[in-house]
């Protein structure tokens, strides 16, 4: 997505541990119109699909799952990263890595919004090195829901998760793909 790619040019900040600061768009301020650009990009890529609803992780992914399933007309779960006293106890879980945060979360989802023979499309805002989705996936097999595929803002192509989840069958769509990141410089993978 061309546009996706020249507001990461304009608006984003390479930090130290090839971590990618977007937060004046995506991921601490949201640019609300450009992020129903992105669902319906979204949209468009998985036009023809049957998807019975998006599953996503919190936080940063909620907001453009939102944006997708607002123009696909479809309900969106996010796993919850803190289990909370108003979840039920009966609960999908598993551990995921963050690689920004660099620390493990157990991330739950309840089962009364999972179910088996469901049509799931996974988003997420980043794709680095695929734990996140690991663990989405993971919980989509608890559940035996079907994974229609995954759809990702922007993929950090140079970690290898993207490319390690195709490996497996998985489609795996990313609106902008970084090959090369560096404090100076975004290179982008043309598709």
Do not use: W
């Amino acid at each position: 997505m061309k546009a996706l790619e020249e507001k990461i040019l304009k608006e984003g900040t390479v930090l130290p541990g090839n971590i990618l600061k977007v937060n004046s768009f995506l991921n601490h301020r949201l640019d609300v119109d450009f992020l129903m650009e992105i669902g319906e990009e979204i949209a468009r890529l998985f036009k023809g699909e049957k998807i019975d609803k998006i599953l996503t992780i919190e936080t940063s992914g909620i907001a453009i799952a939102v944006a997708a399933a607002a123009k696909m007309h479809i309900p969106v779960v996010f796993a919850k990263k803190h289990k909370s006293a108003n979840l039920s106890p009966d609960l999908y879980k598993t551990v995921v890595h963050s690689y920004t945060h660099g620390t493990d979360y157990t991330v739950v989802v309840s089962k009364e919004f999972l179910q088996s023979g469901e049509k799931v499309l996974i988003i997420d805002d980043f794709l680095a090195n695929g734990k996140a989705l690991l663990g989405l996936l993971d919980i989509m097999g608890q559940a035996g829901a079907e994974t229609v595929g995954c759809c990702c803002a922007i993929e950090k192509g140079f970690q290898g998760g993207g490319d390690t989840l195709r490996a497996q069958g998985i489609r795996v769509e990313s609106l902008a793909i970084i090959d090369q990141m560096s404090d100076t410089a975004l290179t982008f993978r043309s598709m």
